[in-house]
């Protein structure tokens, strides 16, 4: 059974860190990127991070570009987010999602270069 599931979510005021986590089973992780998405109500989902299958390549949405860290652990099956500075706007459900590919591609900002989605976790930043 594929699973993608995150955890590390929660209420955070504004200017304050958490850590967001997702544990992969049933699939072949270290062989593939992945990334992070985010939706707030209304919207669409949009693209927050990716790292390659390696953790040597890294990408960020301009909007988070010098407040969150992506990385990954291999013997784990896990990708991490570190999200800092936190903003009202960066309130949403976020996604952890396993790329179809293993290396940077110019497409890794897409919803649809992802085939496996977790259930989201929910962040909310009060101000």
């Known amino acids: 059974q594929v699973q993608l599931v995150e955890s590390g979510g929660g209420l955070v005021q504004t200017g304050g860190s958490l850590r967001l986590s997702c544990a992969a089973s049933?699939?072949?992780?270290?062989?593939?990127?992945m990334g992070w998405f985010r939706q707030a109500p209304g919207k669409e989902r949009d693209f927050v991070a990716a790292?390659?299958?390696?953790?040597?390549?890294?990408d960020y949405s301009d909007s988070v570009k010098g407040r969150f860290t992506i990385s990954r652990d291999n013997a784990k099956n896990t990708v991490k987010l570190q999200m800092n500075s936190l903003k009202p706007e960066d309130t949403a459900v976020y996604y952890c999602a396993r790329n179809t590919g293993g290396s940077y591609s110019s497409s890794w900002n897409k919803a649809f270069q992802y085939g496996y989605w977790g259930q989201g976790t929910q962040v909310t930043v009060s101000s």
């Open positions: 790292i390659s299958w390696s953790g040597d390549t890294t």
């Open positions: 049933g699939l072949t992780f270290n062989s593939y990127a």
